[in-house]
T-cell receptor, first 112, second 117 residues
Framework: GDSVTQMEGPVTLSEEAFLTINCTYT??????LFWYVQYPGEGLQLLLK?????DKGSNKGFEATYRKETTSFHLEKGSVQVSDSAVYFC???????????FGQGTRLTINP | EAQVTQNPRYLITVTGKKLTVTCSQN?????MSWYRQDPGLGLRQIYY???????DKGDVPEGYKVSRKEKRNFPLILESPSPNQTSLYFC????????????????FGNGTRLTVT
């Protein structure tokens, strides 16, 4: 079945470090791919998305490129801030399926 | 302010005591859904609704009921809660549905942390 696998956390970095959170997927058909972010005590918010191969989603300094050949959608940011501390979820949707399939989430902590 | 509102935020109950978690959205969204979040498992869909009076099972529907009598409300009902339903629950909505879901981003509520003893 359709699934999403994220790198295990937690991930701890220093401020201004480079961030990569790996995400790979298995899907039948042609999924749309998403990154959601969950700040403490809040619901999930859409961070960025890509709907077809080679698309790059970007928002708030974060980027992710839809790589069909490697079935990946890795999240990157060049210089993280303390305010980026949160849990990040990679997700996919399949045409005709009425849901998002989420990865297990990666907790990110940024130290000053 | 556009939002999805869940109540209560925290709930502690005992096995077998019926409970309802309410969810309301003020964005006139067609699509609504419930997810549960468990450590190491991410979010899993419980039920969803594509419009009023149209609901269907997600991946983990056992032990849950829902109803969609009005467009804005989508309550989650646990008729006889058990400890394995201890979890963090999220309601979400989306503007439109179609052959490719979701046509627009999911908007999430802030969650309901349920503990069943």
């Amino acid at each position: 079945g359709d699934s999403v696998t994220q790198m295990e956390g937690p991930v701890t970095l220093s401020e201004e470090a480079f961030l990569t959170i790996n995400c790979t997927y298995t899907a039948t058909g042609y999924p749309s791919l998403f990154w959601y972010v969950q700040y403490p005590g809040e619901g999930l918010q859409l961070l960025l998305k890509a709907t077809k191969a080679d698309d790059k989603g970007s928002n708030k300094g974060f980027e992710a490129t839809y790589r069909k050949e490697t079935t990946s959608f890795h999240l990157e940011k060049g210089s993280v801030q303390v305010s980026d501390s949160a849990v990040y979820f990679c997700a996919l949707s399949i045409q005709g399926a009425q849901k998002l399939v989420f990865g297990q989430g990666t907790r990110l902590t940024i130290n000053p | 302010e556009a939002q999805v509102t869940q109540n209560p935020r925290y709930l502690i109950t005992v096995t077998g005591k019926k409970l309802t978690v309410t969810c309301s959205q003020n964005m006139n969204h067609e699509y609504m859904s419930w997810y549960r979040q468990d450590p190491g498992l991410g979010l899993r869909q419980i039920y969803y609704s594509m419009n009023v009076e149209v609901t269907d099972k997600g991946d983990v529907p056992e032990g849950y009921k829902v109803s969609r009598k009005e467009k804005r409300n989508f309550p989650l009902i646990l008729e006889s809660p058990s400890p394995n339903q201890t979890s963090l629950y999220f309601c979400a909505s989306s503007l439109t549905v179609g052959t490719g879901y979701p046509r627009s981003p999911l908007h999430f509520g802030n969650g309901t942390r349920l503990t069943v003893t």
